[in-house]
């Protein structure tokens, strides 16, 4: 499964992603992160994606069952 980064303080998103069996790490939103294949932020901007060698899910008015649906899709790209 996939390695995938997850902004703090959402672990109710980390604990729903491991249930799906992907291997997930919390950050805090200014760490610099490499070598994940899917990173899940509170809201996505010019700023913060520039910041990711991956591809990132903005869960901004999402459910987590609507976040984990959506990492599952692009991860499935």
Do not use: C, T, W
């Not at 390695?3 to 760490?31: C, S, T, W, Y």
Request: proline share 3%.
């Amino acid at each position: 499964m996939a390695k995938i980064a997850v902004e703090n303080p959402f672990d109710d998103v980390k604990m729903a992603l491991e249930e799906q069996g992907h291997e997930v790490k919390m950050f805090e939103n200014d760490e610099n992160l490499n070598g994940y294949d899917m990173g899940v932020v509170r809201a996505i901007s010019d700023v913060n994606v520039d910041q990711f060698d991956f591809p990132v899910v903005g869960i901004h008015g999402m459910s987590v069952q609507d976040v984990v649906n959506e990492v599952e899709k692009r991860l499935q790209r």
